[in-house]
Structures are given as C-alpha cells and as structure tokens.
C-alpha cells in the first residue's frame, strides 16, 4: 500500500508543480505583454544587467563544451567513416548533429546548471529574508519586478548562445578535419553547408527557445517558493536544476518528435 | 471619543493546516496614533500584520484598511493602498543587490515620476531622519543591524504613507540601538502624524511608545486599552507576560500529549 501510496504522492506533486510553473508562465506572459500597455513596464535596466549575466558571461562555458564536443563528434564520426573511405562525411555529420541537437541541448543544460541555479538561489535567499514581501508591500509586483526581466534575458541570449555554439562546435569539428583527417579546409566547409539545411538551424533555435522558457521558468518558480532558510534554498537550488534538466531532455523528445513529422 | 478608524479588524480567523493561528482576532485602531500589538511567539501577531497589509487572506471575518474591505478591493485598489503604507520588516529585507540610497528611493523611481535630482534630495531628508545622511553609496552588507533597520525605515516611509507598520523593530539589538529605534519611532509619529503599528514582545519598547495596547493570546484579543491601563491590568495573564514570569496562566509548554505516556510509548 506503501508503494501506491508514494506513487499517488509523487503524481498529485508533480501535477501540482506543473499546474503552477504553468500559472506563474502565464502571470509572466501577462506582465510582459499587458502590462506595458497599464504603463508598468518591467526595468530596462535590470534586463540588460540579466542579458549580460546570462549571456555575455557564459560565453566562455559555452565555448568550452561546444568546441570539444564538436572534436569529440568528429573523432569517433571519423573512426566509423574512414572504414569505408567516407572522411569528408565528418564535416556534415559534426555540422548537422551540432545545429539539430547538441549545440541546443547541451547549450541549454549548461546554462540550466549555471543560470536557473542562480536564480533559484538568488530569489530562494530574497524571499527567506523577506524581500519579496518587502516588494510586494511596495507595490511592486515581484513577477514584474524579477521574473520578468530574468525570462526576457534567457529568451534573448540563450538562442544567441546556441548559434555561438553551433559556430564553435563545427570549428571544432574543423579543426579536427583538417588538422588531423587531412581534409582540405575549402571542401570541408563546401560540404558542412551543403548538407546543413536551413531547417536543422532553426529547429535547434526553437527548441533552445523553449529551454529557455524551461530554465527561467522551473528557476523562478522554485525560487519563489522557497521555505525554510538556508537549507530551503539549498533544496530549492537543486530542485530547480534537477528539474531543468528532466524537462530539458523531456522537451528536447517531445520537440525531436514534432519536427521530425513536419516534413518541410 | 470618535476618533477616525484607520484599521478594522473584526472577528478575523485564519487556519494554516490544523492549528488555528487565528481565532476571531477584532480590532479597530485610530488615525494618528501609536498602537502596539504584543504576545508571545506565535500567538498570531505577524500573521496579522501580514493579513493587514494584505499577503495573507483570512478565512473568516473583514479587514478594514484606510476604509476598504480587504475582501473585495482589486489589485490595482491594493496597489494604491500599498502605495498609503510603509512596512518595516524583522530583518529589514533591504535588497542586496542595490545601494542605501537605490533602496530607499526604489518605491519613488517605480511610483513617482519625479526627476532623478527630487528623488535624491528626498532620500537624503529620509535618511537624515534616521541618522544615516552620507550613507546612500554603502551595500546594505557593509552596515550593521541596527543600521539596516533604521535603512529599512527609512525606506518603509519614503512614500508619506498613511500608516506605518512594524515588525518587531528591535528585536535582536542592543538597548541603544533599540532606544534609538523606540525614539525614531515616536518622533516620526509625532512630527509626520502618521499611524504607527507596531508589533513587538519587548516591554520596555512597548510601554515607551504605545499610546494604546493591544495583548494577543492564541489568536484572539486578551485585552486591549491604554498604555497605563495594560499595564495596570488585573488580567494574570497579561502581568505574566509582563514580567515574564515562566509560572503563571500561560503555558510554555504547546504539546498537548502526557510527557510520561509519550516517553513510555
């Protein structure tokens, strides 16, 4: 009885956790779209300092895992491929795998560990010491205030990121290609580009779109509903990336599936 | 006396889980002057705060604030009833990421359209009424504990509100400090003219400032009156908590079960 009993716990949980990042979304797309025209804007300035913590900032991390992935794909690609005479297929294999999904995917777990983390802990810490009462009692609507401007940085900056990563990953590959497989850099970047269509870009552009909204969201949403100290911060700091993650990889599925059955 | 009612509370009852936390608080409190609430640890005094200044809603029962149902005013109503009052936390809740000065200005930048060089002259007029002129550029990081309650102050009147409330304002500071903050507390009261509603368990601060008490016990009101009333109060429970005696009609003790039964079990 034990048993079903924790499974019914851990769905009407889950359910409820959904139910609710789904509502603070939508508060969200409220304050960012009706607001404005009641005259409450969200701060400028406290979107572009998030942007900079959030993109310029992560810059180097996304470098760092982009480029070794890509020489990563294009070694073991190549130990496949040179079997049967196939070397200059690396170059579309790195570019294509890179654009559709680990450029995105893995672009969006590292910001995940490093943003949503943030966030969580920065707005876990604000509402256990009362700020966000404190704000509230000023009138200043927290979402409006602090959610806002975190969702708008990540939506902005974290598909900048992956189109820098997907540059740094096949510069990657690249690098691998022509310094250790012997190919000729010109027919390496001809043949990158001739088998990358448009769609393999914009699809891990969307799906990035939507981690984005992921990580601010499960960050925030967690943050928010902080109890309990230092320890609930602690909890909440892990909850929010652990989350992430799970809904990261869930999305990235469900996302895979649908373009895959859109043929354009 | 028919003094204007500012506050309202009547018959207010409000449960988290199991424990009523509230039990048909009522409770009216006058224009202009300085009431506190006081009881022991979770008798209920900062959930009332926080159901008058509207993050909480209660069960049962009606809030009047400024002469507005709490139950039926819309955000942008509270919002402008927000805007009427200052609030002063425990610890002060100033935000680390910006300076004194951005603090103590935030609800004018947000509220107000005021040009920057108002706002800053207004910030220093507050911060000069809590002693801490010069300070604008500090962190909130960079000040002491009692430094930052009189920032938080600062910050909770920089609106001109109507009221002012106060959550335990000397609580965990040294008696200076917290004589200095009992002062600020009156002076403001009496040169602004603004409500003050203080919620605190230190006695010596309640009976220097209150101009009327209130005595919480479990969610209701034990006895409300006059400073010199209160304090000549007949009612056991009240001296007890007075003197603060651990003997007396107040239990320490909240476990309801028998200790012995609970330790054979």
């Known amino acids: 009885m034990n048993f079903i009993e924790n499974i019914g716990k851990i769905l009407i949980d889950t359910s409820r956790y959904a139910v609710e990042i789904l509502a603070l979304f939508f508060e969200t797309l409220y304050w960012l779209f009706i607001g404005p025209f009641k005259g409450k804007f969200a701060k400028r300035q406290g979107i572009f300092s998030q942007m900079v913590f959030t993109g310029v900032d992560s810059i180097v991390i996304a470098f760092f895992v982009s480029f070794f992935t890509g020489i990563v794909i294009a070694m073991q690609s190549a130990y496949q491929l040179s079997r049967f005479g196939a070397d200059i297929f690396v170059a579309p294999m790195v570019a294509v795998s890179i654009a559709r999904e680990l450029g995105p995917v893995l672009t969006s777990l590292v910001v995940a560990g490093r943003i949503g983390a943030a966030i969580a802990a920065e707005l876990g810490t604000m509402k256990v010491t009362e700020q966000i009462e404190a704000l509230d009692t000023m009138a200043l609507n927290p979402i409006r205030f602090l959610v806002v401007p975190r969702f708008l940085a990540l939506l902005i900056m974290l598909p900048c990121l992956v189109m820098f990563s997907d540059l740094m990953g096949i510069l990657g590959g690249f690098l691998v290609g022509v310094f250790n497989l012997g190919l000729n850099p010109y027919r390496y970047i001809t043949f990158s580009f001739e088998f990358m269509a448009w769609k393999d870009v914009w699809t891990g552009l969307v799906k990035s779109a939507v981690f984005a909204v992921i990580i601010a969201m499960v960050g925030c949403y967690m943050g928010l509903n902080t109890k309990g100290g230092a320890e609930g911060v602690g909890k909440s700091t892990t909850l929010s990336v652990v989350t992430s993650f799970i809904l990261i990889i869930l999305f990235d599925a469900i996302l895979t599936g649908i373009f895959y059955f859109i043929k354009t | ?265």
């Open chain 2, 1 to 265: 006396m028919d003094r204007e009612v500012i506050i309202k509370a009547d018959n207010v009852k409000k449960k988290f889980g199991d424990r009523a936390i509230l039990n048909g608080l009522t409770l009216e409190i006058y224009r202009g002057e300085t009431f506190v609430i006081m009881g022991g640890s979770g008798c209920g005094k900062s959930t009332f705060l926080r159901h008058i200044i509207g993050a909480l809603k209660p069960d049962s029962g009606s809030i009047h604030l400024l002469g507005k149902n709490l139950a039926n005013v819309t955000d942008d109503e509270m919002d402008k009833l927000k805007k009427k009052i200052g609030m002063c936390f425990q610890s002060a809740a100033l935000f680390d990421s910006m300076t004194v000065g951005e603090n103590v200005s935030l609800p004018l930048r947000e509220h107000t359209k005021l040009d920057q060089s108002v706002v800053d002259i207004v910030v220093k007029m507050k911060l000069e009424l809590v002693g801490l002129r010069g300070f604008e550029d500090l962190m909130p990081s960079q000040l002491s504990g009692g430094m930052r309650k009189r920032v938080g102050l600062a910050r909770a009147i920089v609106m001109d509100p109507e009221v002012v409330f106060y959550d335990e304002p000397t609580a965990g500071l040294d008696p200076i400090v917290a004589g200095v903050i009992d002062k600020l507390i009156l002076d403001l009261s009496k040169k602004l003219s603004i409500t003050s509603v203080v919620v605190t368990h230190d006695m010596k601060s309640v009976f220097s400032i209150a101009d009327r008490v209130a005595m919480l016990y479990e969610g209701k009101v034990l006895e409300v009156g006059k400073s010199e009333e209160i304090k000549q109060s007949k009612n056991p429970m009240v001296q007890q908590f007075i003197v603060g005696n651990p003997d007396g009609p107040i239990r320490f003790f909240q476990q309801k079960d028998d200790y012995i039964e609970q330790l054979l079990k």
